[in-house]
């Protein structure tokens, strides 16, 4: 084995982190990614990131070549080209644009839910700005119906980039979320996610608080 070539900026905390991770297993890769933990969040930042990332977020990959990339979504096309194997990204046709608008989903309720955290976890709670952390809400809970009612045999078929996505943003939602009770109306989703989540990628990289 040699010695991994690229480092990634990393937290197992975050959804947009872990999915790296996952692609970097599924697709065998993760001995060439040397895995550099770094805590941080909007109001505490990381220097060194910053100089790499000036959005100061992760993930973020240095490669072999000493350049920076980022942000999840481009590591993830930039690693699905790194490797011999089945492609988790549809190089091209209708397959493409669909699986990156299930990822895209995916990402969205990442986004909404690190945003929702931020503001319980970061804000006083005198300064609590409930409706808008209720259409953050909002916007889980509709993306979550679509990706029951439409989305569960696709996401059932391959567990390329949108099912690596939507399990990371549901393993996400478990996390901080605990009490949200999504898998309710979403039974569905909850059988395919107690499924992917015995996949050894998925089982590598829960999150450690
Ligand atoms: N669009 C970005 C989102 C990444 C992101 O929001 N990461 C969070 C951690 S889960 C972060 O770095 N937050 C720090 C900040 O917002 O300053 C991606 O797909 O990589």
């Known amino acids: 084995m040699s010695a991994p070539s690229m480092t990634l900026y990393h937290?197992?905390?975050s959804p947009f982190v872990r999915k790296?991770?996952?692609l970097l297993h599924e697709t065998g890769q993760q001995d060439r990614v040397a895995l550099q933990d770094c805590t941080l969040s909007p109001v505490s930042p990381s220097a060194?990131?910053?100089a790499d990332n000036p959005l100061g977020k992760i993930p973020a990959l240095r490669l072999a070549d000493g350049n920076v990339i980022h942000d999840s979504r481009v590591i993830l096309e930039y690693l699905d080209q790194q490797h011999v194997g089945n492609t988790l990204i549809p190089r091209e046709g209708a397959a493409r644009w669909r699986r990156l608008t299930l990822a895209s989903m995916a990402d969205?309720?990442?986004d909404a839910s690190v945003l929702v955290r931020y503001e319980l976890a970061l804000r006083a709670p005198e300064k609590h700005w409930e409706e808008?952390?209720?259409a953050q809400r909002d916007k889980i809970r509709r993306a979550l119906n679509v990706l029951e009612n439409e989305a569960i045999a696709e996401l059932t078929s391959h567990f390329d980039v949108a099912a690596i996505s939507v399990a990371c943003a549901l393993g996400y939602l478990d996390l901080r979320f605990p009490d949200?009770?999504?898998r309710t109306a979403n039974p569905?989703?909850?059988n395919w996610f107690f499924e992917v989540s015995q996949r050894p990628s998925m089982i590598a990289t829960m999150p450690k608080p």
Do not use: K, R
């Open 11 to 13: 937290n197992t905390l």
């Open 20 to 22: 790296v991770v996952v």
């Open 48 to 50: 060194e990131l910053n």
């Open 108 to 110: 969205g309720i990442m």
């Open 132 to 134: 808008w952390l209720d």
């Open 180 to 182: 949200l009770g999504w």
């Open 188 to 190: 569905q989703l909850a």
